[in-house]
């Protein structure tokens, strides 16, 4: 696969619905390009969408210092945030001054691993990045890319092999009180890397 900064995702294909944006992110490459020029590069395999005006779970914004300025910024950019000490990995979307975003949550390792081990020892593979702290983590991704444009030149998105319908698991998302019920959330149905969080919600039945 071409992971050159060639084929990054512009700022602009994160203008819409996060929800959309959520599903048709599954099977892009997250790359990240090392100050001494090494490459890492993980398929996306799950994801949650954000979007504030129609959504009762982005009451918790308003606690976070300074997310809901930056979660009405440019589409496009890295919202990256700390929460119950972890590190997650948010893309803006929607116009300026509507707060909607993606959380990145799994992503499967494609190249580097080696250099993932520098910052997370595992003993299992598939720990490497199947959450979305641990993707963080792997990546060597830190506040210093909060708000930059998703296509800079040291962290990006390239398209990757289209996911079909068949092939996609929808849930409720991960550790919500309100807005729990929402299906917003989405993973590779069957992949290994999809992280081990239940979803707030359940389908009767299940």
């Given at each position: 696969?071409?992971?050159?900064?060639?084929?990054?995702?512009?700022?602009?294909?994160?203008?819409?619905?996060?929800?959309?944006?959520?599903?048709?992110?599954?099977?892009a490459?997250?790359?990240?390009?090392?100050?001494?020029?090494?490459?890492?590069?993980?398929?996306?395999v799950?994801?949650?969408?954000?979007?504030?005006?129609r959504?009762?779970?982005?009451?918790?914004i308003?606690?976070?210092?300074?997310?809901a300025?930056?979660?009405a910024?440019?589409?496009?950019r890295?919202y990256?945030?700390?929460?119950?000490?972890?590190?997650?990995l948010?893309?803006?979307?929607?116009?300026?001054?509507?707060?909607?975003?993606?959380?990145?949550?799994?992503?499967?390792?494609?190249?580097g691993?080696?250099?993932?081990r520098?910052?997370r020892?595992?003993?299992?593979?598939v720990?490497?990045?199947?959450?979305p702290?641990?993707?963080?983590?792997?990546?060597?991704?830190?506040?210093?890319?909060?708000?930059?444009?998703i296509?800079?030149?040291?962290f990006?998105?390239?398209?990757?092999?289209?996911?079909p319908?068949?092939?996609?698991?929808t849930?409720a998302?991960v550790?919500l009180?309100?807005?729990?019920?929402?299906?917003?959330?989405?993973?590779?149905?069957?992949?290994?890397?999809?992280?081990?969080?239940?979803?707030?919600?359940?389908?009767?039945?299940?």
């Amino acid at each position: 696969m071409h992971l050159g900064h060639d084929r990054a995702l512009p700022p602009a294909s994160f203008a819409g619905d996060p929800v959309r944006v959520a599903r048709d992110l599954l099977g892009a490459v997250l790359v990240r390009v090392l100050a001494d020029g090494d490459v890492l590069a993980a398929r996306i395999v799950e994801t949650e969408g954000y979007d504030c005006p129609r959504d009762p779970s982005c009451h918790v914004i308003a606690r976070l210092p300074g997310a809901a300025a930056m979660m009405a910024g440019p589409p496009g950019r890295v919202y990256y945030h700390v929460a119950y000490d972890q590190p997650l990995l948010n893309v803006i979307c929607r116009p300026e001054g509507v707060q909607a975003s993606i959380l990145i949550r799994a992503a499967e390792p494609l190249q580097g691993e080696a250099r993932m081990r520098e910052r997370r020892s595992v003993k299992r593979r598939v720990e490497l990045s199947n959450g979305p702290a641990k993707l963080v983590t792997a990546l060597h991704l830190g506040p210093e890319f909060r708000g930059a444009p998703i296509d800079g030149p040291a962290f990006y998105i390239v398209p990757g092999d289209p996911v079909p319908d068949d092939g996609v698991t929808t849930t409720a998302r991960v550790g919500l009180k309100r807005g729990a019920e929402l299906p917003w959330r989405f993973l590779i149905t069957g992949n290994p890397w999809v992280s081990a969080g239940k979803p707030s919600v359940t389908p009767a039945g299940e």
